[in-house]
């Protein structure tokens, strides 16, 4: 499970109730590419579409990092010992920016 996804989960389940110390998460395309892989690092939602389509393009592995604010939820999350069914979906709000193709 990612830091991201624990973060998501404390935010939604536990009231934003975190405890010890911020979740830091390393520079995953650097080590990617440390490793020979292509490490891509998405910071922005402009960024999501064109980096998918060029790692899909690509005959090569393709690590894609998305950085996303720690108060932005990943969605779908499961809540901790939960079940599949009890599964959390992105809220219906008109709102939330999502990518879209162009």
């Keep these: 499970m990612s830091e991201n996804t624990v973060a ?7 009231d934003k109730r975190y405890v010890a110390t911020p979740l830091v998460a390393p520079d995953f395309a650097a080590l990617a590419n440390a490793f020979g892989i292509r490490g891509e690092r998405i910071t922005s939602r402009s960024d999501v579409l064109p980096t998918i389509r060029s790692a899909r393009e690509s005959k090569d592995p393709v690590l894609i990092d998305f950085r ?15 079940s599949l069914h009890e599964m959390i979906r992105r809220p219906n709000n008109p709102l939330v920016e999502t990518a879209t193709e162009p």
């Design 8 to 14: 998501a989960i404390i935010e939604r389940v536990y």
């Design 68 to 82: 996303v604010e720690q108060e932005d939820s990943v969605y779908p999350m499961v809540p901790a010992g939960g």
